[in-house]
């Protein structure tokens, strides 16, 4: 199961780079109340509280974009209960920029073990400017973070199971596609990928569910901007949970 996510950061976006290739990249000087932070610093605060918060990192990918300026990470975590499911794994997204794209921060999400979809819930989100208390502040927001882990990991197995339950007619499913298209999980170009990954999905997601579809979603925006790849997740995971009646 370990090479099953190796390709998550491979899309429209970013350049997958070793580890030691990040910590390479020169921090800018601080600038004012800017304070830039290396990227190496958030990847190594990260993967040290999932070590205490007794969670293992199965595998790992980064990628680069802008010339170094922008980072993004994916660590495929195991938890140390042993639980696992047979067909995605929870999976920490990290980010960071030193060119005041966007705030330091990690959101979890979920990865699908027989391709490379990759969607992330939203429910646990933490971002922190870059001003000057950010070597202080970020280790308390990240600690947080993964504390709230197991929870999500019961959430994220409730909602992923309702989707699997909730079978759609293609009518329903069509009329999925385009409220998707007006909450802008998807631009209406894309539409087309998903009604084929729907009718002939590449993989076998069974019978016609909801979790078919959010697969042919997921599916379909693989090739888009992996840093936007967790805003539009979250929202069609908005949709879906609203489908498939998933509590909050």
């Not at 293992?56 to 980072?71: F, K, T």
């Not at 998807?186 to 590449?202: A, G, N, S, Y």
Request: hydrophobic content about 40%; glycine content about 8%; proline content about 4%.
């Amino acid at each position: 199961m370990a090479d099953r996510l190796l390709k998550l950061c491979l899309h429209a976006g970013a350049d997958e780079v070793d580890r030691p290739k990040i910590d390479l990249v020169k921090t800018p000087d601080r600038d004012g109340i800017w304070v830039p932070i290396p990227h190496g610093r958030l990847i190594d605060g990260v993967r040290s509280t999932l070590t205490r918060a007794g969670l293992s990192v199965v595998q790992e990918c980064h990628a680069l974009a802008n010339e170094g300026a922008r980072y993004f990470g994916l660590m495929q975590v195991s938890g140390g209960d042993g639980a696992s499911e047979s067909d995605y794994s929870l999976v920490v997204g990290l980010r960071n920029a030193h060119d005041k794209r966007f705030t330091a921060g990690l959101c979890v999400g979920s990865g699908v073990f027989v391709c490379d979809n990759l969607a992330f819930s939203g429910e646990i989100v933490i971002g922190r400017k870059h001003t000057t208390n950010i070597n202080r502040d970020l280790p308390q927001l990240i600690d947080s973070a993964i504390g709230r882990l197991t929870d999500l990991r019961q959430l994220q197995s409730a909602r992923i199971g309702a989707y699997k339950d909730t079978r759609l007619t293609d009518v329903r499913a069509h009329d999925f596609m385009i409220r998707a298209v007006d909450a802008r999980v998807v631009p209406i170009t894309k539409v087309p990928k998903v009604l084929q990954e729907w009718r002939e999905p590449q993989h076998d997601f069974g019978k016609k569910t909801a979790w078919r579809l959010f697969n042919a979603f997921t599916s379909a925006l693989k090739e888009s901007n992996v840093f936007e790849r967790p805003r539009v997740t979250q929202a069609l995971h908005g949709l879906m949970d609203v489908e498939c009646r998933v509590a909050a």
